[in-house]
Every structure is written in C-alpha cells, then in structure tokens.
C-alpha cells in the first residue's frame, strides 16, 4: 500500500482524531484557558511521535510553546520543508449564535462544525497525518520536514519571531509550507501567491476628568466620544480611500499579469451578497470587488467603546472614549512605518481640547512569494492530480505574518497550500471544515511530497 492508498483507507481514525485535538479549547486570546493551550501543544507532540517524527520537543517561550519535530532522514540531496502551523483557536464568541457546541465537534452532512476546524487545527493537522501516511507504508518520508506548530498566532504571535531568529540553525530549510488559507470552492483549487499585513492600534481620547452632566456641561466641553468619531472619519473619504498623507506610498501595482489572474477568480455579486448579508458592495471605485479584498489596503475600526451603553438613557458626557483601529497592509507597505504615520495623523488632527493616546496592539508584514519555483510547480500539480483540475492563482486579504518572517529571517519562500473554503466563516460562529477537503488535503499533502522528493 502507498501513502495516498493508507491515506484513503484511515479517513474516519482521522476525522476521529481532529475531533479530539477541537474538543481542546486552546484560546490564546484568554488567559483562562493557559492549560488547554499546554494541552493541545502536548496533544499535537504525541501525535506527531506517533506519526514517526524520530524527534518531538514541546519547546518554552515566554508564551505558549512551540511544537517542533524534524524528521530528517531523507539524505542530503533532498529538500528540506518547514512546515508552520498554529494549534491556538480564536474566541468562540458570541456563543449563543453557534448551532453546535463549538467545542463540541458535529458532523452535520459534509462538514465539521468547530472552533479551529478550518482555522488551523484541521489544516494543521493534515501534514501531521500526511507523514503518518508516509510512516505506515514507505516507513520514511521522501522529503527532510521539519514542523512548527505555535500558540499565539490568533493574538499576533509575539513570541515567534523572536524564536525564528534565535533558532535559525534548527530552523533551516529550503521552502517553508503553511495550510492555512482557502481555496475557491469544493472543486476550484488555488494557491495563494499573497497575503495581506496587519497594523492595529488603540486609541483613547480623554477629556474631562470624570463623567459630567450633560445638562450642566453640555455645549462647553468637547465629548471626547464625539471627538474620536471625527477623527476616525477624517482618516477616510466617503468613497473608502485612505486620507493619511502617506498611507498609499509604497503599496506594490498589481501586474499586468496578477489583473488578468485576479480576473479569474470566480466572483457572483448576488452570492457574495448573500454570504455577507449586506446591502450592496462598498469601497474605492476604481477597484473590483476581489481586488479591494486582496491587494489593495483597508482601515477599519474593530470595536469603539466609552460612554453610557447599558439600558435605557443616561445624560451623561463621558471622560473617555476608545476605539480598535486596523488596517489590512499590502506589499510593500511596513506596518512600523504605517503606525507611526497614522499616529501622526491623529496626533495632528486631533483638537486641542481633549488628549489622545495611541497604543501598538500588533502588527506583521504581508508578503509575495514567488511563483515560479520548483516547490510552486509541484503544489500546481499535486491539487491538479487529487482536485482533477489546475488551481488558480490567487492574493488573499487575511494575513500570515510568518510567511514574510521566513523571508526575511531564514530567507526561505513559503508554499500557501491551503484547503478551507471561502464560507468556513473562520473567527464567525459555526466555523466549519469541509471533511472532503481535509482527506484531500491529506492526499495534495502526500503527493506534493512525492513530487518534491523525485
Ligand atoms: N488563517 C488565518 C489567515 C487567513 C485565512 C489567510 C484565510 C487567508 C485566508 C489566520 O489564522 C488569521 O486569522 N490571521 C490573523 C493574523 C493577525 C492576528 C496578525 C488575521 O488575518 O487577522
Ligand atoms: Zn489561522
């Protein structure tokens, strides 16, 4: 029996297993659940023994622990492949809007309904059973893999950079490859050629110094709620460009060639319509719908808050009002230099009567990779073979700011071969997994290997 043949015939002690690892719930957002992050490292370190990795360590950091394992026996002349994933989940919340449990895994139809099933655990988990495969029949893997999993990349990894740069050695590979993206549909493989960077910030304004009457003082103090509206709606234009002098400088055109790929993407209006719930699209004019979620830059406020907001009315003209700002980068736009442009800005519309302060939540670069490499060539023919049909390539709006911390600092491109689907509403309520798609994964997996180790 070959591994995709092993694959095949283990696909429900598979599917059995990734409801074990989204029964944890390893939220790193939440510092009550520090154990269930320990748990689904020491979760995923047996897996991957068992999967024949001859070395696993559950190593330290100042955060959560980085699984790594190396199995490296395939001889000199073969690549090496860094696999990234993360075993950490977002918050379930609002829970009250799950159908299922979410971290209660339900198989209803096709899908798996969990916390983490698309995002990262199932597609984590996919190379981890790819190597079982390997394991089980060959006995060795016809690559060199090395693995890391981490726990905080839900959070903006803080610590991972720091580990990729103190442990350069270990971590030495010729590509790195990554499941954790989607591609277009149930039969539309794609692989993902860019993803977009992150910069987020907190902003407080303060006026006075405690909640006032807004009878007494209504009209002669500056609402510091009413003042941080204005100043959000200064940093963008009605149509959705960004004002911030700056903000646009470095942002990479798009090719010639990556517009005509983009236009293949298959987009229905009405079908976006529907999974999004909104009225009508929005957003620069000059930009198609795809592109303006792909490769071009946004800023969006994540959460406002300040004020009065229990039942009920309540005159009052509140000390403080905050709000979560980020923006979604592309290359080659620098999320230092585009925080400190923004906070310029605000600082210099900011009116005299009240104070700000501007906090760096986190931040991590967009990347491009290269798509004319060998490794590319094999992921372009392993979808091909399992999927029946070439993938497209395509730029992604989300962000994996490891895939540009592998360039920089181990000077390694990054395959994306990703297997979530665009409705597996990852962060959202009821964030499912296609099972198809994990065994097909598995199998893409296996013979992207076989193809890359002759
Ligand atoms: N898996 C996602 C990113 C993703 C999903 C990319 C789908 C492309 C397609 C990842 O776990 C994620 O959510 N990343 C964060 C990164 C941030 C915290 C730095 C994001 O994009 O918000
Ligand atoms: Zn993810």
């Known amino acids: 029996m070959n591994a995709s043949a092993y694959a095949r015939e283990n696909q429900q002690k598979f599917l059995g297993e990734l409801q074990e690892f989204l029964r944890i719930p390893s939220i790193s957002a939440q510092p009550a659940h520090q154990h269930d992050i320990e748990r689904a490292a020491a979760w995923l370190s047996a897996q991957l023994s068992t999967a024949g990795f001859p070395k696993v360590e559950v190593m330290a950091t100042d955060g959560p622990p980085i699984v790594y394992a190396e199995w490296l026996t395939a001889g000199a002349d073969k690549p090496t492949v860094l696999v990234y994933g993360h075993y950490d989940v977002q918050p379930p919340d609002p829970l009250d809007e799950w159908h299922t449990p979410p971290f209660e895994p339900s198989v209803i139809d096709d899908d798996l309904f969990a916390r983490g099933a698309s995002d990262d655990k199932g597609q984590a988990l996919i190379h981890v059973k790819a190597a079982e495969a390997f394991h089980a029949t060959a006995g060795a893997l016809p690559?060199?893999?090395?693995?890391?999993?981490?726990?905080?990349?839900?959070?903006?990894?803080?610590?991972?950079?720091?580990?990729?740069?103190?442990?350069?050695?270990?971590?030495?590979?010729?590509?790195?490859?990554?499941?954790?993206?989607?591609?277009?549909?149930?039969?539309?493989?794609?692989?993902?050629?860019?993803?977009?960077?992150?910069?987020?910030?907190?902003?407080?304004?303060?006026?006075?110094?405690?909640?006032?009457?807004?009878?007494?003082?209504?009209?002669?103090?500056?609402?510091?709620?009413?003042?941080?509206?204005?100043?959000?709606a200064q940093m963008q234009d009605e149509e959705g460009h960004i004002t911030i002098p700056g903000f646009y400088d470095k942002v990479r055109a798009l090719t010639p060639e990556e517009s005509v790929d983009l236009t293949k993407v298959p987009f229905e209006q009405k079908a976006w319509l529907e999974e999004t719930g909104v009225k009508?699209?929005?957003?620069?004019?000059?930009?198609?719908?795809?592109?303006?979620?792909?490769?071009?830059?946004?800023?969006?406020?994540?959460?406002?808050?300040?004020?009065?907001?229990?039942?009920?009315?309540?005159?009052?003209?509140?000390?403080?009002?905050?709000?979560?700002?980020?923006?979604?980068?592309?290359?080659?736009?620098?999320?230092?230099?585009?925080?400190?442009?923004?906070?310029?800005?605000?600082?210099?519309?900011?009116?005299?009567?009240?104070?700000?302060?501007?906090?760096?939540?986190?931040?991590?670069?967009?990347?491009?990779?290269?798509?004319?490499?060998?490794?590319?060539?094999?992921?372009?023919?392993?979808?091909?073979?399992?999927?029946?049909?070439?993938?497209?390539f395509i730029r992604e709006g989300g962000s994996i700011p490891v895939v540009a911390t592998f360039q920089k600092i181990l000077g390694i491109e990054t395959i994306l071969m990703g297997f979530g689907l665009p409705d597996d509403r990852l962060h959202s309520p009821n964030e499912k997994f296609h099972i198809p798609n994990f065994y097909k994964g598995i199998e893409t997996v296996v013979r992207f290997m076989e193809l890359l180790g002759t």
């Not at 991972?160 to 539309?188: C, M, Q, V």
């Not at 990779?369 to 372009?380: N, T």
């Open 280 to 392: 009508a699209d929005w957003g620069e004019p000059d930009y198609t719908v795809v592109e303006r979620t792909t490769a071009r830059p946004t800023l969006d406020v994540n959460g406002i808050w300040g004020g009065y907001i229990e039942p009920g009315a309540k005159t009052v003209l509140p000390s403080q009002a905050s709000a979560k700002i980020s923006m979604r980068l592309v290359p080659d736009q620098d999320p230092v230099e585009i925080t400190r442009l923004v906070k310029d800005y605000l600082l210099s519309i900011a009116p005299p009567t009240v104070n700000i302060s501007v906090k760096d939540l986190h931040g991590g670069e967009g990347a491009i990779v290269r798509r004319d490499s060998p490794a590319m060539k094999a992921a372009f023919q392993a979808y091909t073979h399992v999927f029946g049909t070439e993938p497209i």
């Open 143 to 232: 690559v060199n893999v090395k693995c890391i999993f981490e726990g905080e990349e839900e959070i903006g990894s803080p610590h991972l950079t720091p580990f990729i740069e103190t442990h350069r050695e270990l971590l030495a590979a010729d590509l790195g490859l990554i499941s954790d993206t989607h591609i277009l549909g149930k039969t539309i493989p794609a692989i993902i050629y860019a993803l977009r960077g992150l910069a987020y910030i907190e902003v407080t304004v303060t006026g006075p110094d405690h909640d006032l009457h807004s009878g007494l003082y209504g009209g002669a103090v500056n609402n510091p709620i009413n003042a941080l509206c204005r100043m959000i």
